[in-house]
């Protein structure tokens, strides 16, 4: 959400581009000019203030918050708390996995035994823990950046390892376009990173992908998940046989 210093600095931003000066705010507003210039000084002022000030530079006060909104930085990383909060509830976190996909409501209520008022509430408590902003119609902006990651030994993280991992592998991953590839190798410290990085590319990639087909039918579309992973690791009973 924006808060009201931001949305001030968005009424400066505006006030210069109409080419409108203090006095000129001033009088619209029926104000002294001195006592404008000290209200905009102190970026802190009343909702309805800021209001009466879009409506004199003749600006949308819900398309500027929008604007602000849409400015703020992306997050990368969640907080521990934030991670608890998702994890707590089974029917949270997987909204939350689905507003990752992008997914709207009315996708998330027809796949999953979820009722409209419950995944509202979820949207609801996802905008007040930061990871998405909830907009009219119970649509939503994602608060997230393409990097961002679960913290890798946070709350969601831990549930994965024990709630879901063994799920995953227990898949035979020979199904239509299914695969599973297990390399090990020794290569330079200096290039380690670079095929990190293209293993962030393909999950970037992936994703995009994901954005691009939602406008097909659903019969055109199947559920995927891609998991990439490296570390520098050694099987723990090969490293019990290596010499001291």
């Not at 879009?54 to 934030?82: H, N, S, Y």
Request: proline letters at 3%.
């Amino acid at each position: 959400m924006s808060t009201t210093v931001d949305l001030v600095q968005a009424l400066k931003n505006e006030l210069k581009s109409a080419r409108m000066t203090y006095a000129d705010l001033a009088r619209s507003l029926d104000m002294a000019e001195s006592s404008v210039k000290r209200m905009l000084a102190k970026s802190d002022m009343p909702l309805s203030r800021v209001d009466a000030i879009c409506r004199a530079l003749k600006i949308d006060f819900a398309e500027l918050a929008r604007r602000v909104a849409d400015a703020q930085p992306l997050l990368k990383e969640l907080t521990q708390e934030q991670e608890k909060a998702v994890v707590k509830d089974k029917k949270l976190l997987l909204v939350a996995i689905s507003v990752l996909s992008q997914w709207t409501l009315e996708q998330i209520v027809a796949a999953y035994r979820i009722s409209e008022a419950e995944c509202i509430g979820c949207l609801a408590q996802l905008d007040r823990i930061g990871i998405i902003e909830l907009r009219p119609l119970n649509r939503y902006r994602l608060k997230l950046a393409k990097t961002f990651r679960w913290r890798p030994h946070g709350p969601v993280m831990e549930f994965f390892r024990e709630n879901v991992v063994l799920d995953y592998y227990a898949g035979g991953f020979d199904g239509p376009a299914e695969g599973l590839l297990l390399v090990h190798g020794q290569i330079s410290r200096s290039l380690a990173p670079a095929f990190l990085e293209r293993l962030q590319r393909v999950a970037q990639d992936f994703a995009q992908q994901h954005q691009t087909d939602q406008k097909l039918a659903a019969k055109d579309r199947e559920g995927y998940t891609l998991l990439l992973g490296m570390r520098n690791w050694e099987f723990e009973a090969f490293t019990r046989l290596r010499r001291a």
